[in-house]
């Protein structure tokens, strides 16, 4: 499985990105999808995930009603949705994929910068 993520930039507090992350290699729809986000000193935390089919998403507490994970399982690719971006926000996101049952992200893309500035 390779990931390929993208979308990452400069915003303002307040501003919106979209993330996208192609995957390749193996069946998109078999696997479920994930966003982490890991800032300068701290450690890499879950962002938002999303199932096989999207029917089960799950968001960390800080960014619930602000971001939107989604997936086109026709396009291979999963999303992230960054609405009123605060400069708490900023890190390097990184799209990760499972194949269930087991629920561990066992493939990553790359990195892709994400800076909100105040």
């Known amino acids: 499985v390779q990931l390929q993520a993208s979308g990452g930039g400069l915003v303002q507090a307040g501003g919106s990105l979209r993330l996208s992350c192609a995957a390749s290699?193996?069946?998109?729809?078999?696997?479920?999808m994930g966003w982490f986000r890991q800032a300068p000193g701290k450690e890499r935390e879950v962002v938002a995930r999303i199932s096989w089919n999207g029917g089960r998403t799950y968001y960390t507490n800080s960014v619930k009603g602000r971001f939107t994970i989604s997936r086109d399982n026709a396009k291979n690719t999963v999303y992230l949705q960054m609405n009123s971006l605060k400069p708490e926000d900023t890190a390097v996101y990184y799209c990760a994929a499972y194949i269930p049952p087991s629920v561990e992200f066992a493939y990553w893309g790359q990195g892709t910068q994400v800076t909100v500035s105040s």
């Open positions: 290699g193996r069946t998109f729809s078999n696997y479920g």
